[in-house]
C-alpha cells in the first residue's frame, strides 16, 4: 500500500517563474493538506482540499493556489516566485473525519 | 501561532526511556494533540495522537494531562535511530476544515 507520494523531489526555479507541485494521497483518502517548511523551521499549514475544494487557507498570498482531482491527487501552483520560497513543501492525506494524517516525503524548491 | 512548547532539545541513553514533554495550554476541547518526527528534512512521520486519554502504539505511549494542558511522549528504549526533531502538534478544527499548527520540536539526540 502506497503511502503519500510526492512529486518531484528536487527542483530549481528562477525568480518570477512559477511551479507546480504533485501529490497522490495515501490509498482511500479523500483529503489533501498542504504545508511550507523553511530550513531551521516547523511546517507551516498551506490550504486544505476536500472534494475538489479549497476548504481552508492558512496565512500564505494569493500566489499559492492548489488543486483537487476527482481521483483525490493535488497540486500545489506557486507563481511569481521569490527567493523566500525556497523551502521543503510537504503534502499530507487524511479521510475526512478520520484522525490518521500522513505526511509525504517532500518537493524541495529552490528559488535563484 | 503555535500553541504548543516543547524543549528545543534533550539526550538520551540507548536503551533508556525518552519522555518528551509539551505544554499546550490553551487547548480547545475538541483539539487533539499529535506526535510527528522528522529526521533529516525527510517527511514527517507520525508517531501517535490523543485527545483525553492515554494512548500506546507500537512506536510510543502518549500521557496526557488530565487538564489536557500537557502531555509527554514516551519512548520506552530509545535507539540510535530515534534521533530526530520530535513535533508535538494540535490539530486546529476550523469552520471548514482543520490544520496541525506545528511549533519548534524538541531535537532528541540518543547516544551509546
Known amino acids: 500500500d502506497a503511502g503519500v507520494t510526492q512529486s518531484p523531489t528536487h527542483l530549481i526555479k528562477t525568480r518570477g517563474q512559477q511551479v507546480t507541485l504533485r501529490c497522490s494521497p495515501k490509498?482511500?483518502?479523500?483529503?489533501v493538506s498542504w504545508y511550507q517548511q523553511a530550513l531551521g523551521q516547523g511546517p507551516q499549514f498551506i490550504f486544505q482540499?476536500?472534494?475538489?475544494?479549497?476548504?481552508q487557507r492558512g496565512n500564505f498570498p494569493d500566489r499559492f493556489s492548489g488543486h483537487q482531482f476527482p481521483n483525490y491527487s493535488s497540486e500545489l501552483n506557486v507563481n511569481a516566485l521569490l527567493l523566500g520560497d525556497s523551502a521543503l513543501y510537504l503534502c499530507?492525506?487524511?479521510?475526512?473525519?478520520?484522525?490518521?494524517?500522513?505526511f509525504g516525503e517532500g518537493s524541495w524548491l529552490t528559488v535563484v | 501561532d503555535a500553541k504548543t512548547t516543547q524543549p528545543p532539545s534533550m539526550d538520551c541513553a540507548e536503551g533508556r526511556a525518552a519522555n518528551l514533554p509539551c505544554n499546550h495550554s490553551?487547548?480547545?476541547?475538541?483539539?487533539?494533540v499529535y506526535w510527528y518526527r522528522q529526521i533529516h528534512s525527510q517527511g514527517p512521520q507520525y508517531i501517535i495522537h490523543?485527545?483525553?486519554n492515554n494512548e500506546t502504539n507500537e512506536m510510543a505511549s502518549l500521557i496526557i494531562t488530565e487538564d489536557r494542558k500537557s502531555s509527554t511522549l514516551i519512548l520506552p528504549h530509545a535507539t540510535l535511530r530515534d534521533t530526530a526533531v520530535y513535533y508535538c502538534?494540535?490539530?486546529?478544527?476550523?469552520?471548514?476544515?482543520?490544520?496541525?499548527?506545528f511549533g519548534k520540536g524538541t531535537t532528541l539526540s540518543v547516544s551509546s
Open positions: 502538534i494540535v490539530r486546529v478544527a476550523y469552520q471548514a476544515g482543520t490544520a496541525l499548527i
Open positions: 490509498s482511500g483518502h479523500d483529503t
Open positions: 482540499y476536500y472534494e475538489e475544494e479549497e476548504r
Open positions: 490553551t487547548i480547545s476541547g475538541n483539539e487533539y
Open positions: 490523543g485527545l483525553k
Open positions: 499530507a492525506s487524511s479521510l475526512n473525519g478520520g484522525n490518521t494524517i500522513y
